[in-house]
């Protein structure tokens, strides 16, 4: 089966842009890393990829008049490196509606925290706070709800009584790391032979 072209796409430093480019190396991986697309021109994960051999483009958002337009731009970009499957790695943007139905099924997110809990930000701080027993992450299909689609993967960490945000977001990220490459594989897997990306459709 042909590989499926792949685009990571960040904001900051991209480790888990890191932990998918390792895993891609593998001859079993589904998928080459096509494109690693940042909406901020000085994030760190840009020059990591770089100095990784992938192909980077910096497209920043505040360019754009609103988010429609940064979408319209952002979905060129892919369309014209025939990209088929999204990865969002700390992309700290919401897409738009159109965006997402554009590339539906397609789009890959890896949130920190054990959804349906804390969607949005500060979930580490929020599960403190609340006093729960675990955190964790969970890999999944993005939809138009904010941090919502079908659970690809979860894991699970204990918060420690000392746990501190950036203590917990430590251990949390180590699992996103392990996480993350497999279950974005196993989806790639299941959209079967490699389709064309949605200009070609």
Sequence with gaps: MPEARLA??????????????NAARAPDFPAD????????????GLETAAAMGLETLALPHRGFANREAFDTALSAELKARHIDVIALAGFM???????????????????PSLLPKY???DTHARAIAAGDREAGCTVHVV???LDDGPVLAQARVPIAPDDTE??????????????????LAAHIRSLGPKQACPDQR
Excluded: C
Excluded at 94 to 109: A, D, H, K
Excluded at 166 to 183: D, G, K, M, N, S
């Design 93 to 111: 943007r919401i897409l738009t509606p159109g965006f997402i139905r554009q590339w539906e099924g397609r789009i890959v997110n890896i949130h």
């Design 143 to 145: 939809t138009e709800r």
């Design 33 to 44: 890393i096509a494109l690693v697309l940042s909406n901020k021109a000085d994030a760190q």
């Design 166 to 183: 950036a203590t917990l977001a430590a251990r949390v990220l180590a699992q996103e790391h392990r996480i993350y490459p497999a279950a």
């Design 8 to 21: 990571i796409l960040i904001s900051g430093r991209g480790s888990n842009m890191v932990a998918l480019a």
């Design 119 to 121: 969607q949005g930000l």
